[in-house]
């Protein structure tokens, strides 16, 4: 795979531009997804012809929906959590309520996620997404990839609705895991609010030793759902693979 963009540098700055530039693409992200898969998939058919039409979304938690934090909510037990939660069950939360029989084994498939709203002709709407995987647990099991969680390689997955489904858009959000993500958030976090300090230094050096493997995975990860689609008989031009690298 080519044409990847390396992770930007952590660069601080004292001056909330560059943050409010990350959020509105961040926040763009599902928007622009939604109407790649609203203007269809490819005119070619392939596929199992007689299986319903699907789109699927595979990857971490950014698109297995628990990064929508159960639509803007807090994940505290405090304040606007209160009342305003869909979990909240009159004495307590059932995460169950949003992310449905994932809650125990904690890949976390919200009923909000970016997927549910691809209403339109697509009959499938299918998410196999994990909270927490890298690259590795999207790779097919007999090319390196691992369970997670229970749940066979997501690659693996992927053939299995291949050969029942006739898929046309396959959505793909992986690699934070692989460089750490969640440890640098809080790492940043800590700096600047326990100690007033910043986390370029420290952190950048982080990312700068794991980010060439990271893309280089996250590009594996496109060949092996590829792999997978041509092994299920699918054209290359009846069906689109979305990468949503948010990392970039």
């Not at 007689?50 to 803007?72: F, L, Q």
């Not at 959505?171 to 440890?183: I, K, P, Q, T």
């Not at 982080?206 to 689609?229: P, Q, W, Y």
């Amino acid at each position: 795979m080519s044409g990847f963009r390396s992770i930007g540098t952590l660069r601080p700055t004292r001056t909330p531009r560059p943050t409010r530039r990350l959020l509105t693409a961040a926040l763009s992200l599902p928007l622009a997804f939604t109407a790649l898969l609203t203007t269809g998939a490819g005119s070619s058919a392939a596929g199992p012809a007689s299986g319903p039409t699907a789109i699927v979304s595979m990857g971490d938690s950014y698109i297995s929906g628990e990064a929508g934090r159960w639509r803007g909510n807090s994940l505290t037990d405090s304040g606007s959590r209160y009342g305003s939660d869909r979990a909240w069950t009159g004495s307590g939360y059932d995460p169950s309520l949003v992310y449905g029989p994932t809650a125990v084994n904690g890949c976390h498939r919200s009923d909000s996620a970016e997927v549910r709203s691809a209403t339109g002709t697509t009959q499938a709407l299918i998410n196999i997404a994990c909270s927490g995987a890298t690259t590795q647990n999207v790779f097919r099991a007999s090319s390196g990839g691992t369970s997670f969680k229970g749940e066979a390689p997501q690659a693996d997955q992927l053939a299995g609705i291949a050969a029942a489904n006739n898929v046309k858009v396959i959505a793909l959000s992986v690699g934070g895991n692989d460089l750490g993500f969640a440890n640098i958030i809080t790492a940043c976090a800590t700096d600047y609010m326990v100690w007033y300090s910043y986390c370029h230094d420290d952190q950048q050096a982080v990312v700068d030793a794991k980010i060439d493997t990271a893309m280089a995975n996250v590009g594996k990860s496109v060949d092996e759902i590829r792999a997978v689609m041509s092994a299920a008989g699918y054209a290359a031009s009846g069906y689109r693979i979305v990468l949503q690298s948010y990392r970039s």
